[in-house]
């Protein structure tokens, strides 16, 4: 193992011992709190894999606005607290069917790949080629993202208003 | 250097805690943080590809992801804010009009 592979390795047990905090954790804070340590060794994963500018996009969108919209919706429905509010009553099923999710993407990932056949290089994907590519040849695409941004944002706020009498 | 299916494997285990969270938690902004890491999963594993073939369209699919993510969790706190307001309760077990 390289010492890229060595650094990979401690980013991704980070964040997956952080996910599955966030989906045991009782209080509903924490498992918020996790997601951003989540969020953020995803996010140092793409810059080790040399995506800087997704690495920041990944960094300013989901740890800096989507946890805080998180909390927002935490704080104003006020969640009970405990694993009895939190969680369905039986947690071996889920638990099951995730156990063959992963079953069945790793049988799948290895059967195609084996271990160790394809390497990544770590070429680094400059912010300007990724925003040449974004805007010459994927202009349309990204027009159509930000229509559909504002309008779940327009909806969101016509949702969320009080209605007046 | 770093091996593919170490990435892809960092991916899939992201995406069954995700599965394991939406069929496990009852409180819907539990579910949706789950939907989150499922979505994660799947631009760590566009990142990773789109490394491994220098293509960047990998990179520029997954901002779109983020972007629709982003809207996802904005619609989707709204909705669960009203259906607290109407239910004073955001337990999913409780919500289950439209269940046959």
């Known amino acids: 193992m390289t010492a890229q592979e060595y650094a990979f390795s401690v980013l991704a047990l980070l964040g997956v011992v952080a996910a599955v905090r966030v989906v045991t954790a009782r209080n509903v804070v924490h498992a918020a709190l996790y997601l951003v340590a989540t969020l953020a060794s995803v996010g140092a994963a793409y810059l080790l894999l040399g995506a800087e500018f997704v690495g920041w996009v990944q960094i300013l969108i989901y740890v800096g606005a989507i946890v805080i919209l998180f909390l927002f919706g935490l704080m104003l429905t006020r969640a009970p607290i405990g694993r009895e509010a939190l969680d369905n009553p039986g947690r071996l099923v889920p638990a099951l069917i995730a156990l063959a999710v992963l079953a069945g993407l790793v049988g799948l990932l290895l059967g195609a790949f084996g271990w160790g056949d394809p390497r990544v290089e770590l070429a680094h994907a400059p912010t300007g080629v990724v925003g040449e590519s974004l805007f010459r040849r994927y202009v349309l695409p990204f027009e159509a993202v930000s229509f559909v941004l504002l309008a779940a944002l327009i909806g969101a706020i016509v949702l969320s208003r009080k209605d007046e009498p | ?100």
Do not use: C, H
Request: aromatic letters at 8%; a positive charge; hydrophobic letters at 65%.
């Open chain 2, 1 to 100: 250097m770093i091996r593919l299916p170490l990435v892809l494997l960092f991916s899939a285990a992201l995406f069954s805690i995700g599965v394991y969270g939406v069929l496990a938690r009852r409180n819907a902004v539990m579910v949706l943080m789950a939907i989150e890491l499922m979505l994660n999963a799947v631009n760590v594993n566009l990142v990773g590809f789109s490394q491994l073939w220098r293509d960047l369209a990998g990179q520029v699919f997954a901002l779109f992801v983020i972007a629709v993510a982003a809207a996802e969790v904005g619609i989707g706190l709204a909705i669960v804010l009203l259906i607290y307001r109407n239910r004073e309760t955001i337990d999913l077990s409780e919500v289950s009009l439209l269940k046959w």
